[in-house]
């Protein structure tokens, strides 16, 4: 198949990884929490004060595993989507907005999940910083779809 050029593909893709390295902070910042101020032990604490140091630290690493595995599975998904973007792939358009309504759907669960004693499962920073690629992703889907 024939690449086509879409406009605005340079821009695109400078968002694409904008995209990228705050999705990769955002991965990141889980495990960097854990192994120095540990906010998220603190968060699993304030929710369950009568926990046993076990069963918060395996709580804690529940949502630092599940912050870690939605990072990487958006970093794949922006690779994925730069080299489409960078080749001029006819399927990028199509493949990025699927990409951006996958990644903005966890963004608001991530805002939003309750259940137990937690107000939000995930703390409001890792909430925000998960969030920040899909702003970079919705720039992107725009300037691909853009005539």
């Known amino acids: 198949m024939a690449a086509t050029a879409l406009p605005e593909t340079g821009k ?87 990409m951006f309504s996958l990644g903005a759907s966890v963004a608001l669960l991530n805002l939003s999940l309750s259940g137990g004693a937690y107000t939000n499962v995930i703390p409001p920073l890792h909430s925000a910083l998960g969030a920040l690629p899909a702003l970079a992703g919705l720039a992107a889907v725009v300037l691909l779809w853009k005539r």
């Open 12 to 98: 695109a893709v400078r968002a694409m990884y904008i995209g990228l390295a705050l999705t990769v902070l955002a991965a990141l910042a889980p495990l960097i929490d854990v192994a120095t101020v540990d906010g998220l032990g603190a968060h699993v604490r304030s929710a369950y004060p009568n926990w046993p140091d076990d069963l918060v630290a395996t709580d804690r690493n529940a949502i630092a595993g599940y912050l870690a595995v939605i990072g990487a599975l958006g970093i794949a998904g922006w690779l994925w989507s730069i080299v489409g973007a960078r080749k001029h792939a006819r399927w990028v358009r199509v493949v990025s907005t699927i």
